[in-house]
């Protein structure tokens, strides 16, 4: 049985983007809820992919007996064969749509596990999460060449989420996904055309902190150590940490495949929220 969700759940099957504005329980409900319906919809499209592979079969067998004259049985059984195959089919994309990717919940959720530790229980948040794919008519940018390869390139800000520490200080966190899809098409010495597909994919994470500067005189002359020594996994690179304003930002990124053990995104954010920390503290009035 499927959490309760506590928002309209025929705009979440029709848009696959999430958006609210509450408690950090009710949030991780919801987050619950995706994780159930995604079972399901695997479920389903298990189910739907057997019964399109029993249509096919049933139709190849209707094509056999109409090879071995048996036709008067033969095109009945093509018939529904085809019938059970294409209705199977759709139901199958229609649940294949709705097949959520793991790792966008999962991380969400661990993420809200992390930063409630250092929240009030009653103050709320803000969570906008897609689900769409990252190359989502809705997150293409541009075409472009690079090298021998035709590219049409996206930028997906999957995940966002602000809120309030007990301290009182704000923060914001932004997942963003930016891929290229490339294609090109190659005359073999043979005289053959042949067309090649390749995706390329980078991973972004931003964690900024909104602070009182007068509480922090030493932050900009420390700002170069924390590029030296920032904390991150292996498998991600350091971008940025700016100062603009009163907010303290640091951006950081990866072109490896995240949300293994050994490449886990929740350690990934916490490692950055330490360095913030670990910074905020160095710079403070003694």
Request: aromatic share 10%.
């Amino acid at each position: 049985m499927v959490a309760p969700y506590s928002l309209n759940e025929n705009v979440f099957k029709k848009t696959l983007q999430y958006q609210s504005n509450a408690t950090v329980k009710s949030v991780l409900n919801d987050f619950e809820y995706f994780q159930q319906f995604d079972k399901e919809q695997e479920k389903k499209c298990l189910t739907w992919g057997m019964i399109c592979g029993a249509g096919v079969v049933l139709a190849v067998a209707g094509i056999l007996l109409c090879f071995n004259e048996q036709t008067s049985f033969g095109i009945p059984v093509i018939v529904v064969g085809a019938v059970v195959a294409i209705a199977a089919g759709i139901n199958y994309q229609i649940n294949k749509r709705l097949d959520l990717e793991n790792k966008r919940y999962e991380l969400a959720s661990g993420v809200l596990q992390l930063l409630k530790t250092d929240m009030a229980e009653d103050s709320t948040i803000n969570v906008a999460l897609d689900f769409n794919p990252h190359n989502h008519k809705a997150k293409f940018v541009r075409s472009g060449k690079v090298g021998y390869w035709n590219a049409k390139f996206y930028l997906d800000k999957w995940l966002e989420i602000q809120g309030r520490f007990v301290d009182g200080t704000k923060f914001s966190l932004t997942f963003i996904e930016k891929q290229q899809d490339r294609h090109r098409t190659k005359r073999s010495a043979s005289g053959k055309t042949k067309h090649k597909y390749k995706t390329k994919n980078a991973s972004e994470v931003i964690v900024s902190l909104k602070i009182k500067n007068k509480r922090y005189p030493h932050l900009e002359s420390l700002i170069n150590d924390l590029n030296k020594s920032v904390q991150l996994p292996p498998w991600v690179e350091l971008k940025s940490v700016v100062t603009d304003g009163d907010a303290l930002t640091i951006r950081s990124v990866t072109k490896n495949s995240w949300g293994s053990k050994d490449k886990d995104g929740v350690n990934w954010v916490a490692l950055k929220f330490l360095s913030l920390y670990k910074l905020l503290n160095d710079a403070k009035v003694k």
